[in-house]
């Protein structure tokens, strides 16, 4: 690996040499000072561990179990390690950004208290419009450890069974029962808290009949009913364990919602999107006028808003007409506002639910009713939901329903991007559990019922350093023409926080040209005021002067849950799948 050569033209060839990986100038510093004679042993190491990484809890026996665990890097490898075997320690998997996974936050208080890993048309395998539907999605969402399925289900072509598609688009069917027993199979490998159904129904009586048959059948003892239909609280994620939950509007509501929502697919199926490059547009912001945007831009997406509230009579004897089985099934009651939106976002104290807003419809309402909406979202459950243009199955920024306190931030799974890196990010805290207790912050009520303001400014709260110092990884992982046919890559990192506004940012290194080991060595930092709500992202990309940049790597971490020090950072794709090599070495600072 001394030399590489790349052919130019028929007759010309190009040689580069090659780097070798050697720790950067302030690594060395660190070792001379915390090693004797070249050489640090397990007291050094520890006095490293608790200084600079800051874990105080650190002993000589962990720093020794670490040296026997690089004996192979160094001939003194029970007395310590050299400059080498210390280089390689921080750079290995051995050293993450993140505390190894746990679950730490507290989890008996009501599942409204929590952010939950919620998908959206959990069922499709790409687009919105032509793509199939199957299990197969389903699957490999719960394997990551997403909490909260979403199922739209409608009568197969002969009207006696059930089958799950994206109605009214030319998506190829899947037998709800199929997807029923995926979801019993993987529901908990990844994650033993709940997992929620959020179901889509557009069935009859008698099918819904044969869907409460076909759910009980299936989950047995693991399926949640509720002791009563009127739940004054949501239970626990973890009372809920190894629970299956459904979530559904009541049946009545779906008859008179049906005809709208399938009018409000067609209308937003045939609009352009044009919304993310290949790899991902930029998220968007969420600063100045960009919400205030919204108030004018004709998008029909809430046409449930206005429909009117039925009499109590009608509403009984409609509920004689629908399987009382199915309604005891439904844990968690849904619906769309009604009777306008301050109405839909009124807390019953004698009853908690579930409300959908589109994105649109929360962006719209977060400019006159933010404090509701976070009123609102401390005792109830708000799902957020991609608008309908998103018909390539893109994503929205999630921070906006985040700030606002909603628990399901619904987004399409099987797309990829920058806004879904940000909901990987987020879910990789509390041990990826697939639950994140929201901010205390989003949960007070003070003086005169009053509650978090998300338009207010929040003082500064700390500042995050991050020194990125070099990178390693993708000799390995890439074909070696990958980003450049007639030499090595020349890489850049971009680095910088997605939160509330105010704390969002992004900012970039110098170019470093021909390297597959780009050192940077370069320093930035943020200053946070809501750090529960920061997540620090991380993109390498290789420079093309005559196209568009390469991707090579991307990482999204809680801010809250990073680990101080000089840590490995694996990279992942931009589908989210780790790298087997690639990785940079950072430091976090929080001053």
């Known amino acids: 690996m001394s030399k590489q050569t790349y052919r130019v033209c028929f007759c010309c060839r190009r040689r580069f040499k090659l780097a070798v990986s050697e720790a950067p100038p302030e690594i060395r510093n660190l070792f001379e000072r915390y090693s004797e004679n070249g050489l640090m042993t397990a007291s050094h190491l520890r006095s490293f561990m608790v200084e600079v990484q800051r874990e105080e809890k650190a002993t000589e026996e962990e720093a020794q179990g670490i040296i026997d665990g690089l004996k192979h890097l160094s001939i003194f490898h029970r007395r310590g390690l050299n400059l080498e075997s210390f280089f390689k320690f921080l750079f290995s998997d051995n050293n993450p950004p993140l505390a190894p996974p746990r679950v730490h936050h507290d989890m008996n208080a009501p599942l409204s208290h929590y952010y939950i890993f919620t998908g959206h048309n959990s069922y499709l395998t790409g687009n919105q419009l032509s793509s199939d539907c199957s299990d197969v999605p389903i699957i490999r969402a719960l394997q990551k450890g997403v909490r909260v399925i979403e199922l739209d289900i409608w009568p197969n072509a002969s009207k006696d069974d059930v089958d799950v598609l994206h109605g009214r688009t030319l998506t190829t069917p899947v037998a709800l029962i199929r997807c029923l027993r995926s979801i019993k199979e993987y529901a908990f490998v990844a994650s033993e808290y709940p997992v929620v159904i959020t179901l889509e129904d557009h069935l009859t009586p008698d099918l819904q009949a044969k869907v409460a048959k076909m759910i009980t059948q299936t989950f047995g003892d693991i399926l949640f009913c509720p002791g009563s239909e009127s739940v004054t609280e949501f239970p626990s994620p973890e009372s809920l364990k190894k629970r299956i939950i459904i979530s559904t509007k009541p049946p009545k509501e779906y008859l008179e919602a049906k005809d709208t929502k399938e009018k409000e697919d067609e209308s937003q199926q045939g609009k352009a999107l044009g919304d993310e490059e290949a790899w991902g547009k930029e998220v968007p912001s969420l600063k100045g006028g960009t919400i205030a945007d919204y108030k004018n831009n004709g998008d029909d997406d809430d046409d449930d808003d206005n429909e009117d509230d039925d009499d109590d009579e009608e509403e009984e004897k409609s509920r004689q007409d629908v399987s009382a089985e199915y309604r005891r099934l439904i844990a968690i009651h849904a619906g769309k506002p009604k009777g306008g939106l301050l109405e839909g976002l009124r807390v019953d104290p004698d009853k908690v639910r579930r409300l959908s807003l589109s994105e649109q419809q929360l962006e719209k309402a977060a400019l006159s009713y933010g404090k509701d909406i976070v009123r609102f979202t401390q005792r109830n459950i ?18 906006i329903g985040w700030m606002h306190g909603a628990q399901m931030v619904a987004f399409n799974m099987q797309g990829y991007g920058r806004s879904l890196w940000l909901m990987q990010g987020m879910f990789k805290a509390n041990g990826g559990c697939g639950y994140v207790k929201k901010p205390d912050f989003l949960l007070r009520t003070g003086a005169n019922d009053e509650v978090f303001d998300p338009k207010a400014k929040m003082p500064l709260r700390c500042t995050l350093r991050v020194t990125v110092y070099m990178g390693e990884g993708w000799y390995y992982d890439f074909k070696h023409t990958h980003f450049d046919q007639y030499s090595p890559p020349d890489f850049y990192a971009r680095v910088g926080i997605a939160g509330v506004p105010d704390d969002t940012e992004m900012k970039k290194t110098k170019t ?16 946070l005021s809501v750090p529960e709500l920061a997540l620090l992202r991380i993109e390498v990309h290789e420079y093309d002067m005559s196209e568009k940049d390469d991707f090579g790597g991307q990482t999204c971490l809680p801010v809250f849950e990073l680990r101080s020090g000089i840590r490995a950072v694996p990279l992942y794709s931009r589908k989210g799948e780790k790298y087997n090599n690639v990785k940079l070495l950072v430091r976090f600072e929080f001053i």
């Open 512 to 527: 470093k040209e021909d390297n597959w080991l780009p050192t940077w060595n370069e320093v930035f930092e943020f200053p």
């Open 382 to 399: 708000l799902r957020v939901y991609p608008k309908g243009t998103r018909i390539t199955s893109s994503n929205y920024n999630p921070l």
